[in-house]
Nanobody
Framework: QVQLVESGGGLVQPGGSLRLSCAAS???????MGWYRQAPGKQREVVAV???????NYADSVKGRFTISNEYAKNTVYLQMNSLKPEDTAVYYC??????????????WGQGTQVTVSS
């Protein structure tokens, strides 16, 4: 069964840290993995992405605080979140993009993990 399994969300105080993990199974030819988030009443937005070659890109709001990394041999991506702020509160979703000559581009999404930053 094709799936992305996320873990690591939770409740943390402002200034604290969390580490999210996402493992992909039965997904082949992954080119990009990343994290998106959606806060209540807002649209889903990109947080950070990383290519199979290791190139990264971050939303301006998290630059210097969040770090995305991967273990592509394990189809796993991580998001280290430091100096968390209340405005980081959201459901965080893992995303994987696979590209193949036959199927073209396909996007896969995890079920989401809640991150709450509050005192």
């Amino acid at each position: 069964q094709v799936q992305l399994v996320e873990s690591g969300g939770g409740l943390v105080q402002p200034g604290g840290s969390l580490r999210l993990s996402c493992a992909a199974s039965r997904i082949f030819n992954i080119n990009v993995m990343g994290w998106y988030r959606q806060a209540p009443g807002k649209q889903r937005e990109v947080v950070a992405v990383i290519t199979s070659g290791g190139a990264t890109n971050y939303a301006d709001s998290v630059k210097g605080r969040f770090t995305i990394s991967n273990e592509y041999a394990k189809n796993t991506v991580y998001l280290q979140m430091n100096s968390l702020k209340p405005e980081d509160t959201a459901v965080y979703y893992c995303n994987a993009v696979s590209i193949s000559p036959i199927q073209g581009r396909r996007d896969y999404w995890g079920q989401g993990t809640q991150v709450t930053v509050s005192s």
